[in-house]
């Protein structure tokens, strides 16, 4: 089956703690994005890459992290920097370019104990 | 800086009603404009995306229009059913200085179909 994984669904972490969100899709897109969802709200732009290897910052990088080593893998990085990360995170894909489909992943809950 | 507002922010409905959301944009210089549908707890699934250069675009029982130069988008909904129900989000691509990389996301409309 073809789509975008995200793994784990829920993530508790300690405050002070980094933690790593993982995304994986094999639908051979360019694009890759990370949004972040808070409860009743749209989505806001963390990080956006369009190549591997490349990467730029979207409306709310401050605290966050981003590689794209892989074309098919764009793992999320929260910092201790991150004042208040607990929130419902997406990730998406798209074949390359602006006119293209986003598709979503599940997302990962997370939750600052 | 682009905005999207989608009014209303609720919507109740009684099941074989036809229904209109509206997502209103700041910039018209967007690429496209893109439909989703997001159940709680859950991912966005696309509905329908209109490219800048189209007027509407059609899947089943939704349509969607897109007027640039007024910075709107209308999501139509014929017979509406129960399964329907769910959060409907708007989201652009582009605008007056805005990479063509970056969406712009409403914060939705959340939709109940009572049977």
């Known amino acids: 089956d073809g789509g975008i994984t995200q793994s784990p669904k829920y993530l508790f972490r300690k405050e002070g703690q980094n933690v790593t969100l993982s995304c994986e899709q094999n639908?051979?897109?360019?694009?890759m994005y990370w949004y972040r969802q808070d409860p009743g709200q749209g989505l806001r732009l963390i990080y956006y890459?369009?190549?591997?290897?490349?990467?730029q910052k979207g409306d709310i990088a401050e605290g966050y992290s981003v590689s794209r080593e892989k074309k098919e893998s764009f793992p999320l990085t929260v910092t201790s920097a991150q004042k208040n990360p607990t929130a419902f995170y997406l990730c998406?894909?798209?074949?390359?370019?602006?006119?293209?489909?986003?598709?979503f992943g599940p997302g990962t809950r997370l939750t600052v104990l | 800086k682009q905005e999207v507002t989608q009014i209303p922010a609720a919507l109740s409905v009684p099941e074989g009603e036809n229904l209109v959301l509206n997502c209103s944009f700041t910039?018209?210089?967007?690429?496209?404009l893109q439909w989703f549908r997001q159940d709680p707890g859950k991912g966005l699934t696309s509905l329908l995306l209109?490219?800048?250069?189209?007027r509407e675009q059609t899947s089943g029982r939704l349509n969607a229009s897109l007027d640039k130069s007024s910075g709107r988008s209308t999501l139509y909904i014929a017979a509406s059913q129960p399964g329907d129900s769910a959060t409907y989000l708007c989201?652009?691509?582009?605008?007056?200085?805005?990479?063509?990389?970056?969406?712009?996301f409403g914060d939705g409309t959340t939709l109940t179909v009572k049977p």
């Open positions: 998406a894909s798209a074949l390359a370019g602006s006119t293209d489909t986003q598709y």
């Open positions: 639908l051979n897109h360019d694009a």
């Open positions: 910039d018209s210089a967007i690429y496209n």
């Open positions: 890459s369009q190549i591997v290897n490349d990467f």
């Open positions: 209109i490219q800048s250069s189209q």
């Open positions: 989201a652009v691509r582009g605008g007056y200085n805005t990479n063509a990389g970056k969406s712009t």
